[in-house]
């Protein structure tokens, strides 16, 4: 398969990934659950609790919600404040990613085509090599092409910890308060990470093809 194209197969990967990640952070129903329901021949009232990562909120059968802003910073939960730094992480090294991956494709030519400004491009860039007779390839080059791995991996993580707060209270015996569900946003995350370090794969493929190639001849 051609660099380009797996290129561009790693950008769209990428971007749509990013999207699904940035979406969930404003997400409502992270962790969600419901009491009442029906109960015998009469219609018992239904009430649901669900909390977001800004938020904790209760809506009621009339679909009225009231819902409770978290404080400052320091003032949330520990686990809250963690997921939202790990996802905040992912999206900046991720937008940092796409400015990379748009100077050092194939398929563009921003900053003119000066075979040693490709080379500044690709030095620090994504996993993209713009020269195939350019063998000086080096750990810190391979830093910069692990940008959408990195992002992935981040935000994986963030979604692995709150999910993981929400699992121990539900299956924990001794706890009394509400157990809650995961909830559509953490799901939604994972598919998007997914398709983040699938991105990032992509671009490690674009650059090993030639780098072997080179090796070969």
């Not at 979604?159 to 299956?171: D, L, P």
């Amino acid at each position: 398969m051609q660099i380009r194209v797996v290129q561009i197969w790693g950008f769209l990967l990428s971007v749509l990934g990013w999207i699904f990640v940035a979406c969930t952070m404003a997400m409502e129903g992270w962790k969600i659950t419901s009491i009442g329901g029906m109960g015998g021949s009469s219609i018992i009232k239904v009430a649901w609790y669900w909390s977001s990562l800004w938020r904790s909120c209760f809506t009621d059968s009339t679909a009225v919600s009231n819902c409770y802003d978290y404080p400052v910073l320091w003032s949330v939960e520990g686990h809250i404040q963690i997921v939202r730094g790990l996802l905040m992480a992912a999206l900046t090294l991720g937008m940092l990613g796409f400015v990379l991956s748009l100077l050092g494709m194939e398929c563009t030519f921003i900053g003119g085509k000066d075979r040693s400004k490709y080379k500044k491009i690709y030095a620090g860039g994504w996993c993209h090599i713009v020269n195939m007779y350019y063998s000086n390839f080096n750990p810190v080059k391979l830093f910069f092409c692990l940008h959408d791995l990195s992002s992935g991996l981040l935000s994986i993580c963030g979604y692995a910890v709150y999910a993981q707060y929400v699992s121990v209270e539900y299956f924990n015996p001794d706890f009394s308060g509400l157990k809650y569900d995961l909830g559509t946003p953490l799901f939604l995350g994972w598919v998007g990470s997914a398709f983040h370090m699938t991105g990032g794969f992509f671009y490690l493929w674009s650059v090993c093809t030639p780098l072997c190639s080179r090796e070969d001849t």
